[in-house]
């Protein structure tokens, strides 16, 4: 067992909502393996509470962490939960066939199909007035300026694209790798949902960071600000080739 993966490895809910979660395990090869018994576990079940076959429900506002051991091995992921807005209540839907990868791919509709734009395209653009200039003094990193609009919409499966884009200043005399995290909020400054990326700056210089997710339609709704908060700023690797055999 070379890989254990929790799918979806982004979880955004409302109060009373669930969520079937799901254990990927992968051989050295890339293969799945199937049948292996797991435990689940919260981390924080006053906030999302997991039974033991992995569906989570979502109790209270805030943040829990989902585990799953498989013998020795633990992996884990982070469920954000928002109180849940006046509008009626639905159950989130189960986790699509679809596997996301790294941060460079786009989840896709479970059926392939192509988005279909919405019929009142909702060009939402937060925030309205520039943000301040925020700095992050321990990883020498200022963010700039930051939005986000939305773009495509899956109308069959009420999925709609969140496009965001941050500017940040890397104060660092070297280019650096630099990560950070994009919150979608509620009014009183819970987050709805959230994503992240990492790009490369040059030392004392500007550059955008800019990515998508695509989430539960209605949960866009109950977004009316969001926040960029950068969490880290690695120095690039420098690879050094092995020694000729002798």
């Avoid at 409302?14 to 992968?26: E, I, K, N, P, V």
């Avoid at 989570?56 to 992996?75: C, H, L």
């Avoid at 919405?118 to 200022?142: R, Y």
């Avoid at 955008?208 to 690797?237: C, F, W």
């Amino acid at each position: 067992m070379a890989k254990l993966e929790i799918l979806p490895s982004v979880v955004s809910l409302s109060t009373g909502d669930t969520q079937q979660m799901a254990l990927l395990a992968t051989d050295l090869k890339n293969r799945e393996i199937k049948g292996l018994p797991v435990v689940w576990k919260s981390k924080n079940s006053a906030i999302a509470k997991v039974d033991k076959n992995g569906l989570v429900k979502a109790e209270s506002a805030g943040r829990a962490t989902i585990m799953a051991k498989v013998k020795n091995k633990m992996v884990s992921v982070q469920v954000t939960v928002s109180k849940r807005s006046r509008a009626k209540k639905e159950v989130q839907p189960e986790i699509a066939s679809d596997k996301t990868g790294a941060d460079t791919k786009v989840e896709k509709p479970p059926d392939g199909s192509t988005p279909v734009a919405a019929s009142k395209p909702a060009e939402v653009t937060q925030p309205v007035a520039a943000p301040k200039p925020t700095n992050f003094p321990n990883i020498n990193v200022e963010v700039l300026d930051y939005s986000w609009k939305t773009g495509s919409v899956w109308e069959t499966f009420n999925k709609t694209e969140c496009l965001w884009t941050a500017k940040v200043k890397n104060n660092n005399p070297e280019p650096r790798h630099i990560c950070i995290n994009y919150e979608f909020l509620d009014e009183e400054n819970l987050p709805v949902f959230q994503t992240g990326k990492c790009g490369v700056v040059s030392g004392n210089s500007e550059g955008t960071i800019s990515s998508n997710i695509i989430v539960q339609s209605r949960l866009v709704q109950d977004v009316k600000k969001s926040n960029v908060v950068a969490l880290e700023a690695h120095r690039l690797h420098t690879f050094v080739p092995a020694p000729p055999a002798q």
